[in-house]
């Protein structure tokens, strides 16, 4: 069974341009959650779509907003890009939503803001 | 609010050797705690899920073990290899806000 992916792997960006990013979960699952990855702060939750509805979000701003489709598959965006936003963005899937299920973890998309 | 903790924030052991990483987490009231690992550059792989009314999970040379009420988790690593070396992070549910809340992160390295 494939994992998840993300596309792209690596990009580039100017400040000020805005990003999408994409998910493609394990086939039969159904949520999916995107986080943050930097040195400074760790791992950050950014939200979680189950069933195209968004379930859960973090604490960001509205320059950072998500959508799922009805495969499942999951894009971010974020818009007005700054400096701080250089991050590794991971997505996770999990069969369902709700706490006990375990999620699967996709490589990643480096994001650099120059 | 959750705050979850590791220490150490790094380790390094000879190869064999057995050793244990800590999680501690500020807030009992969680719905799950899960293990990952992650390489350099990469994303994360579960290692175990425990969940809140299980004590324990055992998966090959890896064993963790969770305390709810004194807010810790535990991981075992056996007979370590180089193979090992990865940063690894554990995760909790929070049950009031139903995110996962990951900790900071302890880098091993076992060395040949």
């Known amino acids: 069974k494939a994992g998840v992916t993300q596309t792209p792997r690596y990009l580039i960006k100017t400040r000020g341009q805005q990003v999408t990013l994409s998910c493609s979960p394990i086939?039969?699952?159904?949520?999916v959650s995107w986080y943050q990855q930097t040195p400074g702060q760790g791992l950050q939750f950014l939200f979680e779509y189950f069933s195209e509805t968004q379930r859960n979000k973090g604490n960001f701003p509205g320059r950072f907003s998500g959508r799922q489709f009805s495969n499942s598959r999951s894009e971010m965006n974020v818009s007005t890009l700054e400096l701080g936003d250089s991050a590794l963005y991971l997505c996770?899937?999990?069969?369902?939503?709700?706490?006990?299920?375990?999620?699967?973890f996709g490589p990643g998309t480096r994001l650099t803001v120059t | 609010k959750q705050e979850v903790t590791q220490i150490p924030a790094a380790l390094s052991v000879p190869e064999g050797e057995n050793l244990v990483l800590n999680c501690s987490f500020t807030?009992?009231?969680?719905?799950?705690l899960q293990w990952f690992r992650q390489d350099p550059g990469k994303g994360l792989t579960s290692l175990l899920l425990?969940?809140?009314?299980?004590r324990e999970q055992t998966s090959g040379r890896l064993n963790a073990s969770l305390d709810k009420s004194s807010g810790r988790s535990t991981l075992y690593i056996a007979a370590s290899q180089p193979g090992d070396s990865a940063t690894y992070l554990c995760a909790v549910v929070d049950s009031g806000t139903y995110k996962y809340i990951f900790g900071t992160g302890t880098r091993l390295k076992v060395l040949a």
């Open positions: 086939s039969g699952h159904r949520s």
């Open positions: 996770a899937s999990s069969l369902s939503a709700g706490s006990s299920y375990e999620q699967y």
């Open positions: 425990i969940q809140s009314s299980q």
């Open positions: 807030d009992s009231a969680i719905y799950n």
